[in-house]
């Protein structure tokens, strides 16, 4: 199975502030790489697909880079409505799996 | 708009078999892939496996000798049967459609999840 590693597993910030996540693969998996947000309570909602696309709906603050083993997701401007937990998941081959997520909370 | 609604028993004994239903709506369920994922309590996700359309499906290796996911078109319905449970799989439950675009694979509609819990 392909290892999905994030970074940090938690992070505190301030609205406004620049905020990335890393995510790092085990073995290469090119650009098959999803970001999820996850609000408590609630089920998860896909951010970005093929390590790079928003997907429709999403505000423009949230980009995604990297291929091979390392990437990132980065929000430009945290907003209230961000603070939630985040993961990213390989898609490269089954089975599907996801990084540990990093919790995002205010400072 | 694709929505998906899982449906079952919350509480189930060990030993015994864990029943889950989705009912999907807005979508069609002979055309896509069809997951299962769950999340324990203050855990992380796990990916159960997906089916498309009876004939193909793909399951996790940490799962695969007890689970079996199916489709029932006419109900509009995907299914996941989880035997011989215990208490760590105890989880919340959630049934996702597989979007697929440019030979990319990602859950883009997602069931509000169902808690599942092992005990006697």
């Known amino acids: 199975d392909i290892q999905m590693t994030q970074s940090p597993s938690s992070l505190s910030a301030s609205v406004g502030d620049r905020v990335t996540i890393t995510c790092r693969a085990s073995q290469s998996i090119s650009t098959y790489l999803n970001w999820y947000q996850q609000k408590v309570g609630r089920a998860p909602k896909l951010l970005i697909y093929?390590?790079?696309t928003l997907q429709g709906g999403v505000p423009s603050r949230f980009s995604g880079s990297g291929s091979g083993t390392d990437f990132s997701l980065t929000i430009s401007s945290l907003q209230p409505e961000d603070f939630a937990t985040y993961y990213c998941q390989q898609s490269y081959e089954t089975p599907l799996t996801f990084g540990g997520g990093t919790k995002v909370d205010i400072k | 708009q694709v929505q998906l609604q899982e449906s079952g028993p919350g509480l189930v004994k060990p030993s015994e078999t864990l029943s889950l239903t989705c009912t999907v709506s807005g979508a069609s369920i002979s055309s896509d892939y069809w997951s299962w994922v769950r999340q324990p309590p203050g855990k992380g996700l796990e990916w159960i496996g997906y089916?498309?359309?009876?004939?193909?499906?793909h399951y996790n290796p940490s799962l695969k000798s007890r689970v079996t996911i199916s489709v029932d078109t006419s109900k509009k319905q995907f299914s996941l049967k989880l035997r011989s449970v215990t208490a760590a799989d105890t989880a919340v439950y959630y049934c996702?459609?597989?979007?697929?675009?440019?030979?990319?694979?990602?859950?883009?509609?997602w069931g509000q999840g169902t808690l599942v819990t092992v005990s006697s």
């Open positions: 093929g390590a790079s």
């Open positions: 996702a459609r597989e979007g697929r675009y440019s030979g990319y694979d990602f859950a883009d509609f």
């Open positions: 089916i498309y359309y009876n004939v193909n499906t």
